[in-house]
């Protein structure tokens, strides 16, 4: 019997395979965001593939919690990376199949359906916020490259922080000097926080 592998799954249109990073969205429970893998580069191709094969992959509530704790082989985290490269695909759970063996398939939208009946909640309830998770769904807000990660963000920032939205590189380099300033600001406001709480002492 072929091994059960949870995140796997298919476009259903097109029938190519794809890695379901979230299940659902916060606000738009019809809502998912999944890896399409076909055309990965191969270093980033085997690496994904490993880890949804992996324990960490499979004991993940969400296929994106095991890929912000991973790094491709180039150091890079994985969530991150493929956010910033625009490899993460939104698209309708009814579009999509998962398929934990070549022989079984169900639609994602149903899926979603099964584990809300098990968990007493409402489809709309299921999705990781990165604030109100449970403490072991919880996905931490990572800042990596002025990008967050979890998937309210991911869904807030899909189109306007991915470079193949970028008009020009001028309008990149904007972006990129926005998110820095707000970084520094929120720096700034951290500091003087930690001041508040533990002044600095200063040498005699």
């Avoid at 059960?4 to 029938?15: A, D, F, Q």
């Avoid at 490993?50 to 919690?65: K, P, R």
């Avoid at 007493?120 to 990596?144: C, F, H, N, R, W």
Wanted: glycine share 4%; hydrophobic share 35%.
């Amino acid at each position: 019997m072929a091994q059960e592998l949870k995140h796997v799954g298919r476009v259903k249109s097109t029938n190519k395979k794809c890695l379901v990073a979230y299940r659902t969205l916060p606000g738009e429970s019809a809502s998912c965001l999944v890896v399409p893998t076909e055309n990965l580069p191969d270093i980033y191709h085997d690496a994904i593939i490993n880890l949804v094969e992996s324990n960490a992959g499979q004991t993940a509530y969400e296929f994106a919690e095991a890929l912000d704790r991973t790094q491709f082989p180039d150091g890079s985290r994985m969530l991150p990376a493929l956010h910033s490269t625009g490899r993460l695909v939104k698209l309708a759970t009814k579009d999509v199949e998962m398929t934990p063996t070549p022989s079984v398939s169900i639609m994602l939208s149903e899926l979603n359906q099964i584990i809300a009946e098990q968990r007493g909640v409402a489809v709309d309830d299921l999705a990781l916020t990165g604030s109100d998770a449970k403490p072991e769904e919880k996905i931490q807000v990572q800042q990596g490259e002025g990008l967050k990660t979890t998937s309210a963000s991911v869904n807030e920032t899909e189109v306007t922080s991915t470079p193949a939205s970028f008009d020009s590189p001028d309008s990149e380099a904007k972006f990129y000097r926005s998110q820095a300033d707000k970084l520094s600001k929120q720096a700034a406001d951290m500091r003087r926080k930690a001041e508040e709480l533990a002044p600095t002492k200063k040498k005699v």
